[in-house]
């Protein structure tokens, strides 16, 4: 029983904190500012029926995503280094 219960909570724990880029979804937006050199690319999360937040999603070098207020400067500001990166 106990490990019944332990598999469960290790599959539910994938399942609701390790996004993924094709079912990752946003719930909240991550307050910090964050480095460039930290960033990998990212994404855009729109408005749709399972996601209800938009926003801009950085991949970061070790693997891990964090979710951005599009309207924040310093969300702009890292877009656009990680942009001036792909033209490079």
């Known amino acids: 029983m106990a490990c019944t219960r332990l598999l469960l909570i290790v599959v539910l724990s994938c399942v609701l ?5 094709s079912a990752s979804c946003c719930l909240r937006y991550y307050q910090r500012p964050v480095p460039c050199h930290r ?3 990212f994404t855009i999360q729109t408005i749709s029926s399972s996601c209800d937040l ?3 999603i950085f991949h970061t070098k070790d693997g891990r995503f964090m979710c951005a207020d ?5 969300t702009m500001r ?10 490079d």
């Open 17 to 21: 904190f390790t996004p993924s880029e």
């Open 39 to 41: 960033m990998t690319g």
């Open 70 to 74: 599009p309207a924040k400067k310093w």
């Open 54 to 56: 938009q926003a801009v």
């Open 78 to 87: 890292v877009l656009k280094c990680l942009l001036s990166r792909k033209t």
